[in-house]
């Protein structure tokens, strides 16, 4: 039994192998946050499609540091084994992680969209399997209430993410009908 659990969720520069982190969240299984961060590209300096989706610009990351400058207490975090790590299409948010440095090794992972997708059964001819439904989707489907966030914000889908994994966690009844 892993002692612990990590949601996580970035908001990248976009979604191509030369992209990077702009915002990280992390929190536990109970909410707290342990992260939430923005941090300067160094590569890139404008991304006007994904700022279109996460509503950070350029101007909102300068003068942040690069998230290599957490990289040692990120790792660490990440990387402990005692740790399931969760996140709505969690490879990603992995692969962009590393992208920008921070290698997580961990594979102690659960994916909330896959593991959604595979509990609604849609079929998806075009990739195979099961659709793959968005986190905003997701959290309908489970009534979550966004507060005064707004989805693609780091933190937002953190925590959303985290409300539909609990609410997964819970037994499903069928529903009898009296017709």
Request: aromatic share 12%; hydrophobic share 40%.
């Amino acid at each position: 039994m892993l002692e612990k659990i990590l949601v996580f969720d970035t908001e990248t520069t976009g979604f191509r192998s030369d992209d990077e982190v702009l915002t990280l969240a992390v929190v536990d299984g109970m909410g707290t946050t342990v992260v939430d961060d923005r941090y300067a590209p160094v590569r890139k300096t404008a991304w006007p499609e994904a700022e279109k989706i996460n509503r950070i610009s350029p101007a909102m990351v300068m003068g942040c540091p690069p998230i290599l400058a957490q990289q040692v207490a990120l790792e660490r975090i990440f990387n402990d084994p005692g740790t399931l790590l969760v996140g709505y299409n969690i490879e990603f948010d992995i692969r962009l992680l590393a992208q920008s440095g921070i290698r997580i090794t961990n594979p102690n992972r659960h994916d909330v969209m896959l593991a959604f997708s595979a509990f609604r059964k849609v079929p998806d001819a075009r990739r195979g399997g099961y659709r793959w439904w968005k986190l905003t989707e997701c959290a309908a489907y489970y009534h979550y209430d966004w507060g005064m966030t707004q989805a693609h914000g780091a933190l937002a889908d953190t925590l959303a993410t985290l409300y539909c994994y609990q609410r997964m966690k819970e037994p499903v009844y069928e529903e009898q009908s009296l017709f």
